[in-house]
């Protein structure tokens, strides 16, 4: 796992906009959340979602329980600024996911490239015991990791790779519902693939 503080130091070296994992319009995101029928006042989390604009773009279609995890305040603080006086409307949450206890159940979880950096099984376990506890019944998960032949490595980081099959067995109590494939092209213009499942309780 990173240093306390890696993820600041990340976007106080480059604009949001320039990172590798920025996306202008999240459309695969929200088109698997728009999949599941999940309803306008349910509650929604974005783990690891920092500077992502997927928030505003869920306030847009009338989601109005939107939460925002990230390890980095500064990344949420940029987000929170993106979205102007409706920044108010999100819950914002600075917090190292690993160590997060919630405080509420959520109906959709959503994780676009997070679980990819927890390359020790310990790490692994402890992302799903949290992803347990935050979850309600009746309830859907979003996850996006490197696919197989995706990048070894991101920001400096060692990140894991998964085959859609493999990275299934991380979330045994799930049910896949859906998968795809996408060619991330970065702003740099790399093309990353991803795998991403579409998991039901």
Not at 22 to 45: C, H, K, M, W, Y
Not at 131 to 155: Q, R
Not at 174 to 182: A, N, P
């Amino acid at each position: 796992m990173a240093k306390p503080g890696y993820w600041d130091d990340v976007y106080r070296r480059s604009p949001a906009t320039d990172v590798s994992w920025f996306q202008r319009d999240p459309l695969r995101s929200l088109e698997l959340i728009a999949s599941t029928g999940v309803g306008p006042n349910d509650p929604i989390v974005d783990v690891g979602g920092g500077a992502s604009l997927l928030a505003g773009r869920l306030l847009d279609r009338g989601h109005t329980d939107v939460t925002v995890l990230d390890v980095s305040a500064d990344a949420l603080g940029i987000a929170r600024q993106e979205l102007g006086p409706r920044g108010d409307q999100v819950h914002w949450v600075a917090q190292d996911l690993l160590t997060w206890k919630p405080e509420r159940r959520y109906r959709l979880w959503h994780d676009r490239a997070v679980f990819h950096f927890l390359t020790e099984p310990a790490d692994q376990d402890r992302y799903g015991a949290v992803m347990e506890a935050a979850l309600g019944a009746d309830a859907w998960v979003v996850v996006a990791t490197f696919a197989e032949d995706g990048p070894t490595a991101c920001s400096g980081l060692p990140t894991a790779r998964y085959a859609p099959d493999e990275l299934a067995t991380h979330f045994p109590s799930l049910r896949v519902v859906r998968v795809e494939r996408e060619e991330h092209l970065t702003p740099g213009g790399r093309i990353q693939p991803f795998t991403w499942l579409l998991l039901r309780s």
